[in-house]
Protein backbone atom coordinates (compact mmCIF):
# COMPACT_ATOMS: atom_id res chain seq x y z
CA UNK A 1 0.00 0.00 0.00
CA UNK A 2 1.46 3.66 -0.91
CA UNK A 3 1.77 5.85 1.89
CA UNK A 4 -0.29 8.79 1.72
CA UNK A 5 0.87 11.78 0.51
CA UNK A 6 0.52 14.12 3.32
CA UNK A 7 2.25 16.72 5.38
CA UNK A 8 4.37 14.18 7.09
CA UNK A 9 5.75 12.01 3.82
CA UNK A 10 6.36 15.50 2.26
CA UNK A 11 8.13 16.80 5.64
CA UNK A 12 10.72 13.71 5.53
CA UNK A 13 10.82 13.89 2.05
CA UNK A 14 12.91 17.17 2.93
CA UNK A 15 14.04 16.24 5.92
CA UNK A 16 16.02 13.51 4.26
CA UNK A 17 16.67 15.99 1.50
CA UNK A 18 14.98 13.69 -0.87
CA UNK A 19 14.37 16.55 -3.25
CA UNK A 20 14.75 15.29 -6.74
CA UNK A 21 12.63 17.80 -8.82
CA UNK A 22 14.42 20.92 -7.18
CA UNK A 23 15.89 22.80 -9.38
CA UNK A 24 18.05 25.16 -6.75
CA UNK A 25 17.11 28.23 -8.63
CA UNK A 26 13.75 29.86 -10.43
CA UNK A 27 12.33 27.76 -12.83
CA UNK A 28 13.12 29.17 -16.46
CA UNK A 29 9.56 29.61 -17.56
CA UNK A 30 8.21 30.59 -14.80
CA UNK A 31 11.19 33.52 -14.45
CA UNK A 32 10.69 34.65 -18.59
CA UNK A 33 6.59 34.78 -17.15
CA UNK A 34 7.64 37.05 -14.10
CA UNK A 35 10.52 39.27 -16.17
CA UNK A 36 6.58 40.13 -17.98
CA UNK A 37 4.61 41.50 -15.46
CA UNK A 38 4.41 45.17 -14.77
CA UNK A 39 2.01 45.28 -11.49
CA UNK A 40 4.33 44.92 -8.63
CA UNK A 41 1.88 45.58 -5.96
CA UNK A 42 -0.70 42.06 -6.99
CA UNK A 43 -1.37 39.58 -4.63
CA UNK A 44 0.27 36.56 -5.93
CA UNK A 45 0.27 32.91 -4.23
CA UNK A 46 2.69 30.00 -4.86
CA UNK A 47 1.46 26.83 -3.46
CA UNK A 48 3.63 23.75 -2.53
CA UNK A 49 6.24 26.61 -3.05
CA UNK A 50 9.33 24.23 -1.87
CA UNK A 51 12.38 25.98 -1.26
CA UNK A 52 10.71 29.13 -2.59
CA UNK A 53 13.20 30.13 -5.20
CA UNK A 54 10.55 31.94 -7.33
CA UNK A 55 9.12 33.89 -4.17
CA UNK A 56 12.70 35.48 -3.97
CA UNK A 57 13.22 35.89 -7.32
CA UNK A 58 10.11 37.88 -7.22
CA UNK A 59 11.32 39.69 -4.04
CA UNK A 60 14.32 40.85 -6.05
CA UNK A 61 12.38 42.41 -9.15
CA UNK A 62 10.46 44.32 -6.27
CA UNK A 63 7.17 42.03 -5.99
CA UNK A 64 5.36 43.33 -2.53
CA UNK A 65 2.73 40.83 -1.94
CA UNK A 66 3.92 37.35 -2.12
CA UNK A 67 2.27 34.69 -0.30
CA UNK A 68 3.83 30.88 0.48
CA UNK A 69 2.11 27.99 1.49
CA UNK A 70 3.24 24.89 2.12
CA UNK A 71 2.23 22.32 4.95
CA UNK A 72 5.55 20.62 5.48
CA UNK A 73 6.74 22.06 8.62
CA UNK A 74 10.65 21.55 8.55
CA UNK A 75 10.50 23.33 4.93
CA UNK A 76 8.65 26.43 6.72
CA UNK A 77 10.26 26.89 9.85
CA UNK A 78 13.67 26.93 7.15
CA UNK A 79 11.92 29.74 5.14
CA UNK A 80 10.37 31.60 7.74
CA UNK A 81 14.50 32.27 9.08
CA UNK A 82 15.65 32.78 5.32
CA UNK A 83 12.79 35.50 4.53
CA UNK A 84 12.29 37.49 8.05
CA UNK A 85 15.55 39.06 7.00
CA UNK A 86 13.22 40.81 5.20
CA UNK A 87 12.08 44.17 6.92
CA UNK A 88 9.62 44.94 4.54
CA UNK A 89 7.05 41.86 4.95
CA UNK A 90 6.97 41.18 1.28
CA UNK A 91 6.97 37.41 2.00
CA UNK A 92 4.43 35.74 3.92
CA UNK A 93 4.84 32.01 4.97
CA UNK A 94 1.59 29.84 5.71
CA UNK A 95 1.89 26.40 6.89
CA UNK A 96 -1.36 24.80 5.92
CA UNK A 97 -2.72 22.21 3.56
CA UNK A 98 -3.12 24.35 0.57
CA UNK A 99 -6.99 22.99 0.66
CA UNK A 100 -8.25 24.62 3.72
CA UNK A 101 -6.43 28.22 2.73
CA UNK A 102 -8.39 31.47 2.71
CA UNK A 103 -7.77 35.00 0.74
CA UNK A 104 -7.68 36.09 -2.41
CA UNK A 105 -5.10 36.68 -5.18
CA UNK A 106 -4.42 38.64 -8.27
CA UNK A 107 -2.08 35.72 -9.52
CA UNK A 108 -1.00 31.79 -8.40
CA UNK A 109 2.02 30.77 -9.96
CA UNK A 110 2.38 26.77 -10.23
CA UNK A 111 5.57 25.11 -10.28
CA UNK A 112 5.42 21.22 -9.20
CA UNK A 113 2.29 21.35 -6.95
CA UNK A 114 -0.01 20.36 -9.57
CA UNK A 115 1.88 16.97 -9.97
CA UNK A 116 2.59 16.22 -6.55
CA UNK A 117 -0.98 15.84 -5.86
CA UNK A 118 -2.71 12.31 -5.89
CA UNK A 119 -4.23 12.92 -9.38
CA UNK A 120 -7.78 12.29 -7.39
CA UNK A 121 -7.31 15.74 -6.28
CA UNK A 122 -7.23 17.24 -9.31
CA UNK A 123 -11.10 19.13 -9.41
CA UNK A 124 -10.75 19.55 -6.24
CA UNK A 125 -7.34 21.74 -7.26
CA UNK A 126 -9.43 23.23 -10.08
CA UNK A 127 -12.02 24.56 -7.78
CA UNK A 128 -9.74 25.66 -4.87
CA UNK A 129 -7.65 27.78 -7.40
CA UNK A 130 -11.19 29.25 -8.80
CA UNK A 131 -12.13 29.84 -4.80
CA UNK A 132 -8.97 31.72 -4.27
CA UNK A 133 -8.63 33.65 -7.45
CA UNK A 134 -10.09 37.12 -7.43
CA UNK A 135 -12.35 38.18 -10.28
CA UNK A 136 -10.39 37.67 -13.53
CA UNK A 137 -6.96 36.39 -12.04
CA UNK A 138 -4.76 34.30 -13.04
CA UNK A 139 -3.41 31.27 -12.73
CA UNK A 140 0.00 30.24 -14.50
CA UNK A 141 2.74 28.39 -14.47
CA UNK A 142 4.40 24.69 -15.62
CA UNK A 143 2.23 21.01 -15.96
CA UNK A 144 4.19 18.16 -17.00
CA UNK A 145 3.02 16.87 -20.92
CA UNK A 146 4.05 13.10 -19.89
CA UNK A 147 3.39 10.50 -18.17
CA UNK A 148 5.23 8.68 -15.08
CA UNK A 149 5.54 5.26 -13.47
CA UNK A 150 3.80 5.49 -10.25
CA UNK A 151 4.17 8.87 -8.58
CA UNK A 152 4.88 11.57 -7.23
CA UNK A 153 5.20 13.06 -9.52
CA UNK A 154 2.18 12.40 -11.54
CA UNK A 155 1.77 13.58 -14.92
CA UNK A 156 -0.31 14.03 -17.98
CA UNK A 157 -1.43 15.48 -21.17
CA UNK A 158 -2.83 18.70 -23.03
CA UNK A 159 -5.45 17.37 -23.61
CA UNK A 160 -6.48 15.97 -20.02
CA UNK A 161 -5.61 19.36 -18.62
CA UNK A 162 -8.10 21.17 -21.17
CA UNK A 163 -10.70 19.03 -20.28
CA UNK A 164 -10.16 19.90 -16.58
CA UNK A 165 -10.04 23.67 -16.76
CA UNK A 166 -11.65 25.02 -19.11
CA UNK A 167 -15.29 24.94 -17.16
CA UNK A 168 -14.15 27.34 -15.04
CA UNK A 169 -10.66 29.41 -16.84
CA UNK A 170 -10.89 30.82 -20.06
CA UNK A 171 -7.39 28.86 -21.56
CA UNK A 172 -4.87 31.95 -22.25
CA UNK A 173 -1.93 29.92 -23.74
CA UNK A 174 -0.80 26.26 -22.83
CA UNK A 175 1.80 25.10 -25.10
CA UNK A 176 5.42 22.80 -24.96
CA UNK A 177 7.51 24.96 -23.02
CA UNK A 178 10.24 26.65 -25.05
CA UNK A 179 12.74 27.33 -21.52
CA UNK A 180 12.54 24.32 -19.75
CA UNK A 181 15.98 22.68 -18.27
CA UNK A 182 17.41 20.41 -20.72
CA UNK A 183 16.54 17.27 -18.55
CA UNK A 184 12.72 18.34 -19.04
CA UNK A 185 13.13 19.58 -22.37
CA UNK A 186 9.64 18.88 -24.41
CA UNK A 187 8.13 17.07 -21.82
CA UNK A 188 6.53 20.36 -19.84
CA UNK A 189 3.61 22.77 -20.72
CA UNK A 190 3.53 26.69 -20.30
CA UNK A 191 0.19 27.63 -19.27
CA UNK A 192 -1.74 31.02 -18.45
CA UNK A 193 -5.59 30.53 -17.43
CA UNK A 194 -8.15 33.27 -16.53
CA UNK A 195 -10.52 32.72 -14.18
CA UNK A 196 -14.04 32.59 -15.74
CA UNK A 197 -16.78 34.35 -13.76
CA UNK A 198 -19.56 31.40 -12.04
CA UNK A 199 -23.03 32.06 -13.82
CA UNK A 200 -25.65 32.65 -11.01
Request: glycine content about 8%; overall charge negative.
Amino acid sequence: MQQPLDDQYWNNRYLESSTGWDLGMVSPPLGIYIDQLTDKRQRILIPGCGNAYEAQYLADKGFSSITLVDFAPSLVKKLQAAFNRDETNTVRLICEDFFNLKGTFDLILEQTFFCALEPGLRNDYVLKMHELLADGGRLAGVLFNREFEGGPPFGGSKVEYVALFEPWFDILKMEVCQHSIQPRMGTELFFELKKKSVLK
